[in-house]
């Protein structure tokens, strides 16, 4: 493994920008047409999808990863992607997100960013733990 950029390995606990989501019906159903599971209880927006974090995650933030990283958006790709459920998110739900940047390290020419969010419902539950891996080549 290559010793890690002082810059880089300064991002090591740096806090991601909180925000909230309202989880809306019609945001799952949206979900589930785009990757067709057409399942009844996706479209009438009971039940949401294993990925719908995802949808939170685009619709809910307004600052950029990659800004707050400096990272050069050609050169990143989408490593990994993990969720940890404790327990349901349904429509209706206002959804805390709160992040950080987890670990650092570089590999074979390329950096790797782990970032863990943590999502808390209305009632300070925490419903979700997601960690991603952003890659960016050298």
């Not at 159903?29 to 009971?46: Q, R, V």
């Not at 349901?88 to 709160?98: F, L, N, P």
């Amino acid at each position: 493994m290559v010793l890690l950029n002082k810059v880089i390995e300064d991002l090591i606990g740096k806090k991601l920008e909180t925000y909230t989501f309202t989880v809306e019906k019609s945001k799952i159903k949206e979900l589930a047409l785009a990757i067709g599971d057409l399942k009844e209880e996706y479209l009438n927006g009971e039940v949401t999808l294993p990925t719908y974090p995802t949808v939170i995650d685009f619709w809910g933030g307004g600052s950029s990863t990659s800004e707050l990283l400096d990272l050069n958006v050609k050169k990143v790709l989408h490593g990994e992607q993990e969720y940890e459920y404790f327990a349901e998110i349904k429509a209706g739900d206002v959804i805390t997100v709160t992040g950080v940047v987890e670990n650092v390290y570089v590999k074979a020419a390329m950096n790797f960013f782990v970032l863990k969010k943590e999502f808390v419902n209305q009632n300070g539950e925490t419903v979700l733990i997601a960690r991603s891996t952003i890659i960016e080549r050298h």
